[in-house]
T-cell receptor, first 111, second 117 residues
Framework: RKEVEQDPGPFNVPEGATVAFNCTYS??????FFWYRQDCRKEPKLLMS???SGNEDGRFTAQLNRASQYISLLIRDSKLSDSATYLC????????????FGAGTRLAVHP | DAGVIQSPRHEVTEMGQEVTLRCKPI?????LFWYRQTMMRGLELLIY????????DSGMPEDRFSAKMPNASFSTLKIQPSEPRDSAVYFC???????????????FGQGTRLTVV
């Protein structure tokens, strides 16, 4: 089983839609979680950290469910500029900054 | 700061040749990572360093791959001999040590697109 698993998509949604991505992780003792964004042929960049109580950054909401070992990302009011691949990232226990990436979920927002 | 700098941006080489990828991390960052990205396998962590010391190289696929970090501002990833299946985008990233919860941000270079023919 992979350490971090994501639905590869693609998710094709119209502008203004709400879309949610899920990600599961295998090591229940993992402590730190993130969402990164990668535009086509570019490097990944941090979108947001994921906190235990859930957190929001504008149109983006991240949730953590430790019991089920999954992380979610909700994007409200999708924009064309949200089109990208969203990467779920986990630091395993004792990982000391060791970022393990999921394969990514591709989002395409159309007019 | 210019961010993480990788060179070359593109490399095309023949099977069997030696390939050296270079990385300059962000000044002051004490962690450096090498990742490989392909369509089939996504982003794979190959090796990472802390204060120039390799911490975990379990992701290095074979003995053909080697990485060094002779000082805080420079790292290399070498493939010798190269094979067509090594074709991928290789990313270098750097970060500061995380807080107690391990929270840290990794900053990536623009990557080296390697094609082995």
């Amino acid at each position: 089983r992979k350490e971090v698993e994501q639905d590869p998509g693609p998710f094709n949604v119209p502008e203004g839609a709400t879309v949610a991505f899920n990600c599961t992780y295998s090591n229940s003792a993992s402590q730190s979680f993130f969402w990164y964004r990668q535009d086509c042929r570019k490097e990944p960049k941090l979108l947001m950290s994921v906190y235990s109580s859930g957190n929001e950054d504008g149109r983006f909401t991240a949730q953590l469910n430790r019991a089920s070992q999954y992380i979610s990302l909700l994007i409200r009011d999708s924009k064309l500029s949200d089109s990208a691949t969203y990467l779920c990232v986990v630091i395993p226990p004792g990982g000391y900054n060791k970022l393990i990436f999921g394969a990514g979920t591709r989002l395409a927002v159309h007019p | 700061d210019a961010g993480v700098i990788q060179s070359p941006r593109h490399e095309v080489t023949e099977m069997g040749q030696e390939v050296t990828l270079r990385c300059k991390p962000i000044s002051g960052h004490d962690y450096l990572f090498w990742y490989r990205q392909t369509m089939m396998r996504g982003l794979e962590l190959l090796i990472y360093f802390n204060n120039n010391v390799p911490i975990d190289d379990s992701g290095m696929p074979e003995d053909r791959f080697s990485a060094k970090m002779p000082n805080a501002s420079f790292s290399t990833l070498k493939i010798q001999p190269s094979e067509p299946r090594d074709s991928a985008v290789y990313f270098c990233a750097s970060s500061l040590r995380g807080n107690r919860q391990g929270r840290t941000e990794a900053f990536f270079g623009q990557g080296t697109r390697l094609t082995v023919v």
